[in-house]
């Protein structure tokens, strides 16, 4: 249910427009959604990815956004014991999952979702580490969202094509998640996002795909790097040296 609301998100926030109404409509013929076509997944295979009135082909990438919301979020409570904590990892995945889709597809982090989702993470890793008397947590974690922020801010003024302010903007609240972990963990999701962006654009300009100057969105590598991190923190930062 909530992966079919991201697809709403990723497709109308881009075109600001109201994620609340009018109800859902193909976008080739107009004609709005009834409730069977809106079942996730199901109607999708259903339909066999197609408009049941004009027949155009519906994209495989709400299949991402429903299966990926499932996949993450069950991830998330695998992951951590509290329901609180796993709570807000959760939902921080859902905008994360969000902001790559849209990333992708428009080279764009809209404000309308990075704004208020740092907000929300402040509020809600406030809450939680409180309320688990962790206030040492919630303070590495407010300082590892300013260092983060401080570094891509830098790189942005220092590089302005090679770092968006969208960039910028998302890497406090990712330091933030990941500064609750510990300080290894933030070195360890930025790493990945720079590793394997780096990978990225050295094989798509092997493939002919992209030129040293071709834009690349960061964004996806950043929520990636995050997310490997969360889910496998002692996993990924053992590969960090000691001391």
């Given at each position: 249910m909530f992966g079919s609301f991201l697809n709403v998100v990723v497709y109308r926030?881009?075109?600001?427009?109201?994620?609340?109404?009018?109800?859902?409509?193909?976008?080739?013929?107009?004609?709005?959604?009834?409730?069977?076509?809106?079942?996730?997944?199901?109607?999708?295979?259903?339909?066999?990815?197609?408009?049941?009135?004009c027949k155009a082909k519906i994209s495989p990438k709400y299949l991402v956004g429903e299966i990926g919301t499932a996949v993450l979020w069950a991830a998330a409570f695998w992951r951590f014991d509290r329901p609180a904590l796993a709570a807000v990892y959760a939902a921080l995945f859902w905008v994360l999952l969000a902001l790559t889709l849209i990333d992708l597809e428009h080279k764009l982090l809209p404000n309308a979702i990075v704004y208020p989702s740092t907000v929300v993470a402040v509020a809600a890793f406030a809450a939680v580490a409180l309320a688990f008397g962790q206030s040492d947590a919630l303070i590495r974690g407010l300082l590892a969202g300013a260092a983060s922020f401080g570094v891509f801010l830098l790189i942005a003024l220092i590089a302005p094509g090679g770092m968006g302010m969208g960039d910028v903007k998302l890497s406090f609240a990712l330091g933030l998640a990941l500064g609750v972990l510990g300080w290894r963990a933030v070195f360890a999701g930025f790493f990945l996002a720079f590793l394997s962006g780096a990978v990225t654009g050295i094989a798509l300009m092997a493939a002919k795909k992209a030129g040293r100057k071709s834009a690349v969105p960061f964004g996806p590598f950043m929520a990636f790097g995050a997310v490997v991190t969360i889910l496998w923190t002692s996993g990924v930062t053992t590969l960090l040296p000691h001391g």
């Open positions: 926030v881009p075109r600001k427009e109201s994620v609340v109404k009018p109800r859902s409509r193909c976008p080739h013929c107009g004609r709005e959604l009834t409730a069977l076509d809106n079942v996730p997944v199901l109607s999708w295979l259903i339909l066999r990815g197609r408009c049941r009135t």
